[in-house]
């Protein structure tokens, strides 16, 4: 039987810091209406509606100027969700970008189409029904590279056999989805979230500190347990690190979460100013709205 997801907090509170300018959201997802955005029958949850206007508003109450809307599960193959949202926000001068889902046989005028929408990386999920498998990967990779675009990995780095080799042979930029997606309980030295930081320090990865409930223990914000594992990424590459929501937080295994603490999170993971900066602006800037 597929679950339904719990909806998000509708009043996101403002965090205890101001974002700089031109924060950037790099993970969130736009739900339905499923009557117009149907989701697909293999699939791990079903999700509440989450709009545009309610992606909109998390944005003002958290002080955040541009973002990234990523392709979720659910909808497969079918972009048509993500893409539309993207294109009602860039005809209002807004600066967004995808993250998009596609399979190993996707035409050449599909990538350059959904590049001119501004998805600028495919997204491989390799652990939710709906995704695309490591099979097309090799044969996607040098494509994205032509179009300088990103693979974008949700895993468990504790159970993916050989990441760390398999990344290296890559011709595009990865980046990993909630920090590992391994449960914290594994701790830092497990030598899966090990390879993911020798990724990081040699430039071949990035990694998304997003998805914190995901990977603790607790039910509760601040998700304490998680702070040495979002540390020691930030240690290992802090020009390789970006910020997501992952609102509306769909599939989570917690008591849903206001917006307002997860973003405090960041204060703690990197209390620095100028770091967090990096995180939130400098660093996604290269990444997403460069090319």
């Known amino acids: ?55 909109r508003h998390l944005h003002r109450a958290l002080g955040i100027e541009r973002g990234v809307l990523v392709q979720p599960s659910v909808y497969g193959l079918d972009n048509s969700a993500t893409r539309d949202a993207i294109r009602v926000l860039r005809d209002e001068g807004q600066d967004y970008r995808g993250i998009a889902v596609v ?10 189409a959904l590049a001119a929408d501004g998805f600028r990386g495919v997204r491989l999920n390799l652990l939710f029904k709906g995704g695309i498998a490591w099979r097309d990967v090799e044969s996607l990779a040098g494509r994205l590279a032509d179009r300088h675009w990103h693979l974008q990995f949700l895993v468990d780095v504790s159970a993916f056999e050989d990441l760390e080799a398999r990344v290296a042979r890559l011709p595009v930029p990865v980046v990993v ?9 594994k701790g830092v030295d497990q030598p899966g979230f090990q390879a993911l930081c020798r990724l990081m320090a040699r430039g071949d990865a990035w ?62 993971w990197a209390p620095d100013p100028g770091l967090r900066k990096r995180i939130l602006v400098d660093n996604p800037d290269r990444l997403y709205f460069r090319n």
């Open 1 to 55: 039987m597929i679950p339904f997801c719990d909806p998000m907090d509708p009043a996101p509170r403002a965090p205890g810091f101001t974002a700089p300018a031109g924060a950037v959201d790099c993970h969130a997802h736009v739900f339905g209406p499923a009557s117009r955005y149907p989701y697909q029958a293999a699939r791990t949850y079903t999700p509440p509606e989450a709009s545009l206007d309610q992606y």
């Open 103 to 112: 399979d190993s046989e996707v035409s050449d005028a599909e990538l350059d």
């Open 177 to 185: 989805d909630h920090m590992g997606h391994m449960a914290c309980d």
């Open 207 to 268: 990694v998304k500190l997003s998805g914190a409930y995901r990977i603790t223990g607790q039910r509760q914000t601040p998700y304490e347990d998680v702070v040495p594992f979002a540390r020691r990424l930030i240690e290992a590459n802090p020009e390789q690190c970006v910020w997501g929501s992952d609102w509306p937080h769909p599939h989570i295994p917690v008591p849903m979460p206001n917006d307002g603490p997860l973003l405090d999170a960041l204060a703690d």
